[in-house]
Protein backbone atom coordinates (compact mmCIF):
# COMPACT_ATOMS: atom_id res chain seq x y z
CA UNK A 1 0.00 0.00 0.00
CA UNK A 2 2.63 2.45 0.96
CA UNK A 3 4.64 1.59 -2.11
CA UNK A 4 1.09 2.59 -4.07
CA UNK A 5 1.16 5.96 -2.47
CA UNK A 6 4.76 6.82 -3.46
CA UNK A 7 3.78 6.14 -6.74
CA UNK A 8 0.92 8.12 -7.10
CA UNK A 9 2.79 11.16 -5.41
CA UNK A 10 6.17 10.63 -7.40
CA UNK A 11 6.29 13.69 -9.93
CA UNK A 12 4.08 16.02 -8.01
CA UNK A 13 5.20 19.32 -6.64
CA UNK A 14 4.37 21.46 -3.92
CA UNK A 15 5.23 24.14 -1.49
CA UNK A 16 6.01 23.31 2.00
CA UNK A 17 4.83 25.08 5.15
CA UNK A 18 7.78 26.54 5.95
CA UNK A 19 8.25 28.10 2.43
CA UNK A 20 4.90 29.37 2.42
CA UNK A 21 5.20 30.81 5.97
CA UNK A 22 8.67 32.31 4.52
CA UNK A 23 6.83 34.18 1.74
CA UNK A 24 4.04 35.40 4.17
CA UNK A 25 6.84 36.99 6.67
CA UNK A 26 8.22 38.44 2.99
CA UNK A 27 5.05 40.10 2.63
CA UNK A 28 4.50 40.99 5.97
CA UNK A 29 7.76 43.24 6.09
CA UNK A 30 7.03 44.42 2.83
CA UNK A 31 3.79 45.85 3.77
CA UNK A 32 4.78 47.17 6.92
CA UNK A 33 7.91 49.32 4.52
CA UNK A 34 4.88 50.23 1.79
CA UNK A 35 2.08 51.43 3.56
CA UNK A 36 3.25 54.34 5.79
CA UNK A 37 5.30 55.54 2.60
CA UNK A 38 1.84 55.59 0.43
CA UNK A 39 -0.22 57.38 3.67
CA UNK A 40 2.20 60.38 3.59
CA UNK A 41 2.17 60.73 0.02
CA UNK A 42 -1.39 60.65 0.06
CA UNK A 43 -1.47 63.19 2.85
CA UNK A 44 1.30 65.20 0.86
CA UNK A 45 -1.28 65.17 -2.45
CA UNK A 46 -3.90 66.50 -0.19
CA UNK A 47 -2.07 69.11 1.05
CA UNK A 48 -1.39 70.15 -2.70
CA UNK A 49 -5.30 71.66 -2.83
CA UNK A 50 -4.17 74.09 -0.04
CA UNK A 51 -1.10 75.13 -1.71
CA UNK A 52 -2.87 75.68 -5.44
CA UNK A 53 -5.84 77.43 -3.84
CA UNK A 54 -3.69 79.93 -1.53
CA UNK A 55 -1.64 80.85 -4.59
CA UNK A 56 -4.90 81.39 -6.28
CA UNK A 57 -6.08 83.67 -3.54
CA UNK A 58 -2.81 85.34 -3.73
CA UNK A 59 -2.85 86.23 -7.39
CA UNK A 60 -6.86 87.41 -7.18
CA UNK A 61 -5.79 89.70 -4.10
CA UNK A 62 -2.65 91.11 -5.97
CA UNK A 63 -5.02 91.92 -8.91
CA UNK A 64 -7.62 93.59 -6.82
CA UNK A 65 -4.99 95.57 -4.76
CA UNK A 66 -3.54 97.11 -8.18
CA UNK A 67 -6.73 98.09 -8.71
CA UNK A 68 -8.06 99.42 -5.59
CA UNK A 69 -5.15 100.47 -3.23
CA UNK A 70 -6.02 98.10 -0.62
CA UNK A 71 -6.48 93.95 0.05
CA UNK A 72 -9.95 92.59 1.11
CA UNK A 73 -11.00 90.20 3.43
CA UNK A 74 -14.13 89.26 1.02
CA UNK A 75 -13.23 86.35 -1.36
CA UNK A 76 -16.00 86.75 -3.46
CA UNK A 77 -14.65 90.30 -3.47
CA UNK A 78 -11.69 89.74 -5.06
CA UNK A 79 -13.05 87.03 -7.95
CA UNK A 80 -11.91 83.67 -6.23
CA UNK A 81 -14.58 80.88 -5.28
CA UNK A 82 -13.19 76.88 -4.50
CA UNK A 83 -14.41 74.60 -7.34
CA UNK A 84 -15.35 71.29 -6.86
CA UNK A 85 -15.44 69.57 -3.29
CA UNK A 86 -12.65 71.14 -1.28
CA UNK A 87 -11.12 69.54 2.26
CA UNK A 88 -9.98 72.96 3.34
CA UNK A 89 -12.39 76.25 4.14
CA UNK A 90 -10.52 79.50 2.79
CA UNK A 91 -10.72 82.62 4.68
CA UNK A 92 -8.59 86.09 4.71
CA UNK A 93 -8.41 87.30 8.14
CA UNK A 94 -6.39 89.78 8.18
CA UNK A 95 -6.10 92.42 4.70
CA UNK A 96 -5.14 96.14 5.10
CA UNK A 97 -4.08 98.36 2.13
CA UNK A 98 -0.58 97.25 2.65
CA UNK A 99 -0.62 93.68 3.74
CA UNK A 100 -3.06 90.24 3.96
CA UNK A 101 -2.85 86.78 4.98
CA UNK A 102 -5.28 83.87 3.60
CA UNK A 103 -5.74 81.01 5.54
CA UNK A 104 -6.61 77.09 4.28
CA UNK A 105 -7.22 74.87 7.22
CA UNK A 106 -9.34 71.58 7.14
CA UNK A 107 -8.98 67.93 8.16
CA UNK A 108 -7.49 65.77 5.86
CA UNK A 109 -7.04 62.60 7.60
CA UNK A 110 -10.52 63.01 9.67
CA UNK A 111 -9.03 63.44 12.85
CA UNK A 112 -9.66 66.59 15.22
CA UNK A 113 -5.99 68.00 13.70
CA UNK A 114 -6.85 70.53 10.88
CA UNK A 115 -4.66 70.93 8.69
CA UNK A 116 -3.17 74.62 8.52
CA UNK A 117 -1.85 77.12 5.65
CA UNK A 118 -1.01 80.04 5.48
CA UNK A 119 -0.11 82.91 3.02
CA UNK A 120 0.61 86.49 3.15
CA UNK A 121 1.64 89.54 0.46
CA UNK A 122 4.85 88.33 0.47
CA UNK A 123 3.98 84.91 -0.62
CA UNK A 124 5.36 83.24 2.05
CA UNK A 125 3.41 79.89 2.39
CA UNK A 126 3.50 78.27 5.79
CA UNK A 127 2.27 75.47 7.26
CA UNK A 128 1.25 76.20 10.92
CA UNK A 129 -0.50 72.71 11.58
CA UNK A 130 0.75 69.64 9.69
CA UNK A 131 -1.78 67.22 9.66
CA UNK A 132 0.34 64.23 7.88
CA UNK A 133 2.72 64.25 11.08
CA UNK A 134 -0.11 63.51 13.53
Known amino acids: MLTGLRRRMKGKKGFTLIELMIVVAIIGILAAIAIPNFLRYQCKAKQSEAKANLGSIFTNEEAYRAENDTYSTNLTTIGWASSGSPRYTYTVPTATSTLFTARAAGSIDNDATNDVWT ?14 TS
Request: one cysteine or more; proline letters at 0%; charged letters at 20%.
Open 119 to 132: IDQGRTLSNSTNDC
